[in-house]
């Protein structure tokens, strides 16, 4: 069964150090990965995707297919940075829904 | 574009009563999927709808919830006979084309509370 493991329900760090909010898939098709995250308050809002392969806010994901994961890693975290981050798988053979991980809360403390 | 919108924002109901949800999606969409979020969980999917037609419903209990997304007007997802397990935020999203490549945006979500 397709499912996505975002294993830290909270991860917190100091400003200016790394981050990385891990994220593993099972999905035997050919994966198509997200970051969405949630600021108080907001609307979830897409960070990147695998396919894009750029950096957003100095956040970065690389899909690692042998791994099965989607790491999103960020070298200096910022206060802002402060937020839930969810991990989606999106199956395209099955209409194109989202499979959601369980959400990591990310504290940045200054 | 305002972006994906639903309403109500929060929505009490005692057990028993009807809970509708209404997603209008950003202008341009003709796909709109629904999810669930319950308390400390991740969203789950529900439903995903194009114009008039449900295209998978595998996430949809199979009792007492519907959803529908009409020619004109919003997407609405409709809860007969709530009980307590429903209070959960519900989002909408949105999308293009709902191909490869295209992004589902998010509505604020309601979350629905039953006393």
């Known amino acids: 069964a397709q499912r996505v493991t975002q294993p830290e329900k909270l991860l917190s760090v100091f400003k200016g150090a790394p981050v990385e909010l891990k994220c593993n898939y099972s999905?035997?098709?050919?994966?198509?990965l997200f970051w969405y995250v949630q600021y108080s308050r907001q609307r979830l809002q897409l960070l990147l995707r695998?396919?894009s392969r750029e950096s957003i806010k100095g956040f970065t994901a690389d899909l690692n297919k042998g791994e099965t994961s989607f790491h999103l890693k960020k070298p200096f975290a910022q206060e802002e940075d402060s937020a839930m981050y969810y991990c989606?798988?999106?199956?395209?053979?099955?209409?194109?829904?989202?499979?959601f991980g369980q959400g990591t809360e990310l504290s940045v403390k200054p | 574009n305002a972006g994906v919108m639903q309403n109500p924002r929060h929505l009490v109901r005692r057990r028993g009563q009807e809970a509708r949800l209404r997603c209008s999606p950003m202008?341009?969409?003709?796909?709109v999927y629904w999810y669930r979020q319950l308390p400390e969980e991740g969203l789950k999917f529900m439903v995903y709808l194009q114009k008039e037609n449900i295209i998978d419903e595998s996430g949809m209990p199979k009792e007492r919830f519907s959803a529908e997304f009409p020619k004109e007007g919003p997407s609405i997802l409709r809860i007969q006979q709530v009980v307590r397990g429903d209070s959960a935020a519900y989002f909408c999203?949105?999308?293009?084309?709902?191909?490869?490549?295209?992004?589902?945006?998010f509505g604020p979500g309601t979350r629905l509370t039953v006393l």
């Open positions: 989606a798988l999106r199956l395209y053979n099955q209409g194109g829904k989202l499979i």
């Open positions: 202008k341009g969409h003709s796909h």
């Open positions: 999905y035997s098709g050919s994966p198509e």
């Open positions: 999203a949105s999308s293009l084309s709902g191909s490869r490549g295209d992004t589902q945006y």
């Open positions: 695998h396919i």
